[in-house]
């Protein structure tokens, strides 16, 4: 059974930084890729980041670029999402998600297994 447990999130003041883990556990045949998302009461979940397992060509969404960073540690199966310079525009459940098929993806109906959520919360 395929796992996905979050660790991080929680209340920063804007221009602050959060650090995300999500470590995968249960894939019998490998994951295409992990990814980051985000919802607010109301508006759908929309993608943040995404890596794949082979760490190449990692995606970020226009609003993160420069301030957030994906990267995987040394066991393929667990990602980070640095993020810095945090903006109140930021603050969301923030999700981490795996795609066992080929193809990237921004598309979270495209992701197979979910973590259970973060509150990200950025005001002063």
């Given at each position: 059974q395929v796992q996905l447990v979050e660790s991080g999130g929680g209340l920063v003041q804007p221009g602050g930084s959060l650090r995300f883990s999500c470590a995968a556990s249960g894939f019998t045949s490998g994951y295409y890729a992990i990814g980051w998302?985000?919802?607010?009461?109301?508006?759908?979940?929309?993608?943040?980041?995404?890596?794949?397992?082979?760490?190449?060509?990692?995606?970020?969404?226009?609003?993160?670029?420069?301030?957030?960073?994906?990267?995987?540690?040394?066991?393929?199966?667990?990602?980070?999402?640095?993020?810095?310079?945090?903006?109140?525009?930021?603050?969301?459940v923030y999700y981490c998600a795996a795609k066992s098929t080929y193809g990237p993806s921004t598309q979270a109906y495209d992701y197979d297994h979910w973590g259970q959520g973060t509150q990200v919360t950025v005001s002063s």
């Open positions: 998302f985000r919802q607010v009461p109301g508006k759908e979940r929309e993608g943040v980041s995404y890596i794949r397992s082979s760490g190449r060509n990692p995606w970020y969404a226009d609003s993160v670029k420069g301030r957030f960073t994906i990267s995987r540690g040394n066991a393929k199966n667990t990602v980070f999402l640095q993020m810095d310079n945090l903006k109140p525009e930021d603050t969301a």
